[in-house]
């Protein structure tokens, strides 16, 4: 993986917190990530250039004009207000490739100063709006201020288990879960890691994308009240929402 500094910029060294989505059903970590850049008015500091990952480009998601600025694959930006660079992940991995991409994500994370890495992710099915975590700060994936923001750890996380002893060295197989890859590998990094998951299903994951929005701000300790944006609460909606999900449905037409 390479990383390409974008001219004229230059990563910041205070930001020591990594912000970014595992791939998964309703696109909700994602969508979380497109929130979180919106609102913080993150800087696109460069992307990266990564064999594992196909090819995709589009116009810039967060502008409300045309700026000329591709989006591409994998970016990064800073918001160094908050401490914290967030990486969007635009599109899949190859497949069968997953723990070499998550492998080269936490090179990045460890070569340029990260000390916590948080991944948004989605799991499939359930009910309710509830957050669930995944940590490294005690071998049985707990961490206590987790636990005190009310979040339930992840039921299915067993370090015992074969699948988890694979992802921990590496050694044989493929990724079952993107989250568990990167948390395996940013793990071995020698880093913090905190997974916030939430369960949905496919279709209009808007809510499921703010409340996993606002779990990353109440680890990060941040306020979207601050964020100063064109939403009540804060928030800067992304322009591109506009039309992810398409129109809304002709109520003039009679059934």
Known sequence: MEFVVEEGKKPHDQCSTLLLPALSIGNVGQLAMDLMVSS???ERIGFFDDPFLLPCVGNDACGPQPQGQLAL????????SNALTLVQQ???VVKGKMVEFAKNLADFAAATGKKHAVVLSSLDFGSGLQTYYLS???SDGTDDYCEQL???RLREYNPTQRC???LSTLAEGNAFLPFAALFSCFKAKGL???CLLCYCSE????QDAFHLAEAACKLLGLSPSNFHGNEGNGWLIPYSWKTVYGPPPDMSIQF
């Open 90 to 92: 635009r599109s899949p």
């Open 73 to 80: 694959p994998l970016e990064a930006y800073d918001s160094s």
């Open 150 to 152: 009310g979040w339930k």
């Open 192 to 194: 913090k890691v905190t």
């Open 164 to 166: 988890w002893k694979y």
């Open 40 to 42: 913080t008015r993150a």
């Open 136 to 138: 490294s700060t005690n």
């Open 203 to 206: 279709g209009d994951n808007i």
